[in-house]
Nanobody, 126 residues
């Protein structure tokens, strides 16, 4: 059974950094995309970053491009999201998601993903 477990969230000051982790278990070799989403209170879930498994290419939302970095551990079982220069508007619950399909133009659509983690909270505040 596939499971995704996020960790690494917490409270950080504006301008600070945080690294989130997503541990994958179970049969994960057939995933074509693994992404990070976030959802702030009273807002819709939005795509933050995506890693295309076939070619290793990374995709980012405009709001985080240049500040966030997605990567994968050598064992391919852990996905990271390095977040630098954090802003109060980055405050949200962050989710890891994995999908059996990948479409470069719509990677940010939640309905494309088959498995989700439970989320980890990030609060950016002074």
């Amino acid at each position: 059974q596939v499971q995704l477990v996020e960790s690494g969230g917490g409270l950080v000051q504006p301008g600070g950094s945080l690294t989130l982790s997503c541990a994958l278990s179970g049969p994960t070799d057939n995933f074509y995309s693994i992404s990070w989403f976030r959802q702030a209170p009273e807002k819709e879930r939005e795509g933050v970053s995506c890693l295309s498994i076939s070619d290793g290419r990374a995709y980012y939302a405009d709001s985080v491009n240049g500040r966030f970095t997605i990567s994968r551990d050598n064992d391919k079982k852990t996905i990271f999201l390095r977040m630098d220069n954090l802003k109060p508007e980055d405050t949200a619950v962050y989710y890891c998601a994995a999908g059996y399909n990948f479409i470069s133009t719509t990677w940010y659509s939640p309905h494309l993903y088959d498995y989700w983690g439970q989320g980890t909270g990030v609060t950016v505040s002074s």
